[in-house]
């Protein structure tokens, strides 16, 4: 077990490595100037540019963008592993201090998704494996079927609609963070933790149900059900165990999807966390900053991964022995 | 159970016959599971009507989606204007009828292109093993790390707006999964005797690899390439919502969400419409990969 939890921590680096060398390849080769921030009203379309070539040479040299671009690489990644993940260009902030609040008001939201999914996800999934067939598995494999359909964006404009303009319920503008006025940030969260949980909830109760239906035709099963055993040691100790292994592994892409989704939830929520941090840089063409906020997405994705491999491991000897 | 039984009785008429059954039996089989549950007969109707939408587009649409009319705008749905107006007076039923061709566009350029892709670097790294499939599968890994929205966001974001980079964009963030699956079905195609047969007598790799393994290991991959497209549509509409994807006048979905967001008061549908349309283009592609997944593996006929 601790060879198979060094080498997936080993493997872990390597990705993490090659992500930083994605992220900075990408916002250094792709068309488009690092230092569009500078250039008066710029804009794609238009391309004026209100500099002259010898400011723009300099402001070059200032931010170290002169350099061949492996020097300029190790130097990040050395900054970056001191901690130092850079200034922003357009408001000349630490990026640190910048993301500061923004990546626990992130990290908050997507934890209660992350809760409500997989708890919501399973025990629908269990239910229709267990009543396959009953009118509730066929009502709920429908709404999952469509749920997996619906794009969160959409959707949070539809709550907001509904429960915001229509029927003046739950409060969609004016975000406060939950030690300032928790019952208010309680009920500002319902509608965002909605848009986001639906299409997981949805993904994870096919697969529950499909896995657990797999399960359901094994020997070992039926061996359980001639032994006499009951409903309830068969449906929790032979199946549901061995119908979580993929679920497990499944879990790092649901965290990958509530993170996607939450770019999208506080854009139309108007919550001030990571997304909308990195939406908004995009658009500024802060690159320190877009390059630091995918960077981190990108970490705590391979360290979630890291942990579903390690418990995979531990859950099934089959995987760390091969 | 049904379904069971005549799959019995159709292999047992062949193996009676001691032939090979008819070439056209596979397809006729293929046809009976796929046509023969409702959900993917509807999710299939559901994309031939889509496509058909997309090429006729201008004979279907009254109006021209980008012509303003401001005296109309944010007009309720009435018999001139189905859907209302927006809130420039563009015909939102019109603005629908030709999103569908560019999410359509985006959709199966971005799939093609990055299936093209990962299947040449799945198909090198199950064929030649060793570090180029380990270079390959790190690679992806990496690819993989980033949650598809970020990887998509970061090359769109800083690769400038327009229709070119978001196909760039969302087909990039496709190659690695493309390639994860490629790598899969190849890996257990290259045990086979008949590839052992072609290195035998002495095919070169390449064309082991095109005229031996793809064919065969190519079939479970259109399951994917359809949901493919469903994915690729969702997240060209979530770009232009953010306002990084299809720029502005361009009737695309997304932009047309973004746009109405602020006028819900006036005419939810400009707002509403184009998320049910990409929900019913979504469905009917997903239910199209089900079916295709049913209908070729035999294991899951008639079960899940």
Known sequence: ?322 | MAKKSTDVSHNSDAMGAAVAPPHHSEWRRFARVFFGRKLYLIGFIIVVILILVAIFAPLIAPYDPNTNDLPNKLQGPSADHWFGTDKLGRDTFSRIVYGTQISMEIGFIAVFSSAIVGIIMGLAAAYFGGWVFAIIMRVTDAMMALPGIILVLLIAGLGGRGIPVVIFALGFGGIAGMCRMMCGQALSVTQNDYVMAARVIGMSNWRIMLTQIFPNAFPPLIVGLTMGIGGVVLGEAGLSYLGIGVPAPAPSWGGMVMDGQAYLLNNPLVSLIPGVAIMLLVFGFNMVGDGIRDAIDPRLRGVL
């Open chain 1, 1 to 322: 077990m601790t060879a198979y939890i060094i080498r997936r921590l080993i493997l872990g680096v390597i990705i993490l490595l090659l992500v930083t060398m994605m992220v900075f390849l990408f916002v250094r080769l792709l068309p488009g100037d690092p230092l569009m921030v500078f250039m008066g009203n710029y804009s794609p379309s238009t391309q004026i540019n209100t500099m002259t070539s010898e400011q723009h040479d300099e402001l070059m040299h200032q931010y170290g963008l002169d350099r061949p671009i492996y020097v300029q690489y190790i130097d990040w990644l050395n900054q970056v592993l001191h901690g130092n993940l850079g200034k922003s260009l357009r408001v000349g902030q630490d990026i640190s201090l910048l993301i500061g609040d923004k990546i626990g008001r992130t990290a908050y939201i997507g934890t209660i998704i992350f809760i409500i999914t997989t708890i919501g996800g399973i025990l629908a999934g269990i239910y229709c494996a267990l009543r396959r067939g009953t009118w509730i598995d066929n009502t709920i494999t429908t709404i999952a079927n469509i749920g997996m359909t619906v794009p969160v964006f959409w959707f949070g404009v539809l709550l907001i609609y509904l429960f915001g303009y229509q029927l003046h319920w739950l409060p969609f503008f004016q975000w406060k963070d939950p030690n300032q006025d928790f019952w208010y940030s309680c009920k500002y969260l319902i509608m965002p933790v909605a848009s986001v949980a639906l299409g997981g909830i949805a993904g994870m109760a096919r697969l529950v149900r499909s896995c657990m239906l797999e399960v359901m035709r094994t020997d070992y099963v039926r061996t359980a059900w001639a032994k006499g055993l009951s409903e309830r040691v068969i449906v929790v100790r032979h199946q549901l165990k061995n119908a979580m292994i993929p679920v497990v592994t499944a879990l790092g892409g649901t965290l990958g999807g509530i993170l996607g989704g939450s770019i999208f939830i506080e854009n139309v929520f108007s919550i001030p966390g990571m997304g909308r941090l990195m939406t908004s840089a995009i658009f500024d063409y802060d690159y320190q900053i877009v390059q630091a906020t995918a960077l981190i997405f990108g970490g705590i994705i391979i360290f979630s991964n890291l942990i579903v491999d390690i418990a995979w491991g531990w859950l099934d000897p089959r995987i760390r022995l091969s």
